[in-house]
């Protein structure tokens, strides 16, 4: 059984590579600073995604550099100016292969963990075991 | 909203007192200190400037959230300062990042802390294993000419290749030059510890061969020292794209 430290170390473990694509996907909906996208991914996520918010910025200077978001720095109405993310086409192009992978991956351990595949492996039977060729 | 910043004027009708303003602020700063020391040599001085000012509002925003929500402002600031991770983990995030994107800290102004963490690196690990070294030197089962304890002693030599291809991997700047300088602080010792240890075995060769022995091991160190770091340093620029960095002298 977890208790809580656990549970948390798992979800920072899951979350492990998976920034990027949370930033990309907050970023698609409309240019933020890096305040609002750690605010909008915990909305998102209604708290369950806990983000060590200082790790965003080096993944945004990542992405910034491979050309997937752009930023700017920009008055706020109210404090010092604030670097404003948008994301590229380039970066746009990335969410969706991102999207797509996960998508895979999610289905495959849900079948996993459900013990309910949907997808037929040619040579493997549903239990698992290797089939038998009926010719020898 | 309360803000933290010394300029501005604290919101008194809260009953928060301006030296409490002061605390939360400094929390802060103490904080980004930590974070940014070891992206010196690393990132550009503008762009730790400005990466320390996105990440200064950042924790101001959610100590600001704190305080709304009816925190004391140090309070606050020590929860946003939890929410942004530790310090350590943050400027290790970042070094990955530099290392897979070079920022061209190194590269456009060559400093003095990027020889000095490259020598650092070199004295440290060129110093375990000449500790290592000196640990098997003393447990030598049997004369130095015996098959087994030659093995032993060759084997010490590869302790300086692994130490050298750590160094070259781990250093960012002239890391063959930074083997030499920590073997010339090592040579006196390691030579120390062979003359030492043939006095203590009380062999005919003392003194004069355990200083040429510690000698031997020393410029074969140096040598075999300099060429796995150069090699690993080479390899791994050419691996993972970072620019060769050479400072001007």
Not at chain 1, 19 to 40: C, D, K, N, Q
Not at chain 1, 97 to 119: E, K, L, M
Not at chain 2, 19 to 35: N, S, W
Request: glycine share 10%; proline share 5%; charged share 20%.
């Amino acid at each position: 059984m977890y208790d809580g430290d656990q549970s948390a170390t798992v979800r920072r473990e899951l979350l492990k590579g998976n920034t990027p694509t949370m930033v990309l996907a907050v970023l698609s909906r409309g240019p933020m600073h890096g305040y609002g996208i750690a605010r909008e991914i915990e909305r998102r996520s209604h708290g369950a995604v806990v983000l060590r918010e200082g790790t965003l910025y080096p993944t945004l200077y990542g992405l910034e550099q491979q050309g997937m978001v752009t930023a700017d720095w920009q008055p706020a109405p109210s404090g010092p100016k604030r670097r404003v993310y948008r994301i590229t086409e380039e970066g746009l192009a990335e969410l969706d292969a991102r999207t797509r992978s996960w998508s895979v991956f999610v289905r495959a351990i849900s079948n996993v963990i459900g013990g309910a595949p949907d997808v037929h492996i040619p040579g493997i039977t549903p239990a698992g075991h290797v089939a038998r060729d009926p010719g020898r | 909203m309360y803000i933290y910043r010394a300029s501005h004027q604290p919101d008194m009708s809260r009953g928060i007192r301006a030296d409490d303003a002061q605390t939360a602020d400094e929390l802060i700063e103490d904080y980004l200190d930590h974070l940014m020391a070891p992206l010196v040599g690393e990132m550009p001085y503008r762009m730790r400037v400005a990466v320390r000012d996105e990440m200064a509002s950042h924790l101001r925003a959610v100590a600001d959230a704190y305080v709304e929500l009816g925190s004391e402002p140090d309070a606050a600031a020590r929860d946003a300062i939890g929410r942004f991770g530790s310090a350590g983990l943050v400027a290790r995030r970042w070094m990955a990042e530099l290392d897979r994107h070079p920022a061209g800290g190194i590269a456009d102004a060559p400093s003095a802390v990027a020889h000095l963490r490259s020598q650092r690196a070199a004295l440290r690990w060129f110093g375990a294993a000449a500790g290592l070294s000196a640990l098997t030197l003393l447990h030598l089962p049997g004369h130095i000419l015996d098959t087994e304890v030659q093995i032993q002693y060759a084997a010490a030599v590869c302790l300086s290749a692994v130490a050298g291809m750590i160094v070259g991997w781990s250093t960012r700047i002239r890391p063959a030059w930074s083997v030499v300088r920590a073997m010339s602080v090592l040579a006196l010792p390691m030579v120390g510890t062979y003359v030492a240890w043939a006095w203590w075995r009380g062999w005919d060769y003392w003194p004069f061969w355990g200083f040429v022995l510690g000698a031997l091991q020393v410029t074969a160190w140096s040598w075999v020292g300099t060429c796995s770091a150069s090699a690993v340093y080479w390899a791994r620029t050419a691996l993972t794209g970072i620019t060769r960095r050479w400072a001007p002298q």
